[in-house]
């Protein structure tokens, strides 16, 4: 009998991000900022014109109106595929919490803080206690 055994590079992060804002209205608002880009991005990706895994050096024309009406403008073409990403975004009264096994979530971070909050981001893994609760 053989036995296979596979190593890889990749690793689930098991990370948690967690945005707190001066209200909830705040929260709220950058919920729904969120699934936009996301919402947006998913449709550009069917369409081709964003490619996961061949980052571009444009910005597709739907997410360009989008980082526009959302004032987004710190966001590069190169992060938008990460909104394309598999995340789980909740929102409580002012926080918002986003959880992804990716290690590249420079976009949500940046549109966190382009929004006003105030940022944790840790391992679900080394904080399993912390990560619970929430």
Same mark, same amino acid.
């Given at each position: 009998?053989?036995?296979?055994?596979?190593?890889?590079?990749?690793?689930?992060?098991?990370?948690?991000?967690? =945005?707190?804002?001066?209200?909830?209205?705040?929260?709220?608002?950058?919920?729904?900022?969120?699934?936009?880009?996301?919402?947006?991005?998913?449709?550009?990706?069917?369409?081709?014109? %964003?490619?996961? =895994?061949?980052?571009?050096?444009? #910005?597709?024309?739907?997410?360009?109106?989008?980082?526009?009406?959302?004032?987004? #403008? *710190?966001?590069?073409?190169?992060?938008?595929?990460?909104?394309?990403?598999?995340?789980?975004?909740?929102? #409580?009264?002012?926080?918002?919490?986003?959880?992804?096994?990716?290690?590249?979530?420079?976009?949500?971070?940046?549109?966190?803080?382009?929004? =006003?909050?105030?940022?944790?981001?840790? *391992? =679900?893994?080394?904080?399993?206690?912390?990560?619970? *609760? %929430?």
């Amino acid at each position: 009998m053989k036995i296979w055994a596979g190593y890889g590079s990749e690793h689930s992060m098991n990370l948690v991000m967690i =945005g707190h804002f001066a209200t909830a209205g705040d929260a709220e608002a950058v919920e729904q900022a969120i699934e936009e880009m996301e919402t947006v991005a998913h449709l550009e990706m069917e369409a081709g014109r %964003l490619v996961v =895994g061949e980052p571009s050096r444009r #910005y597709p024309e739907a997410l360009s109106n989008a980082i526009r009406a959302l004032h987004l #403008y *710190s966001l590069g073409p190169t992060e938008l595929e990460q909104f394309c990403y598999n995340v789980t975004t909740k929102r #409580y009264d002012n926080t918002v919490i986003i959880r992804t096994d990716e290690s590249d979530v420079s976009a949500y971070l940046k549109l966190l803080l382009d929004k =006003g909050a105030r940022i944790e981001v840790f *391992s =679900g893994h080394d904080f399993p206690e912390q990560a619970k *609760s %929430l």
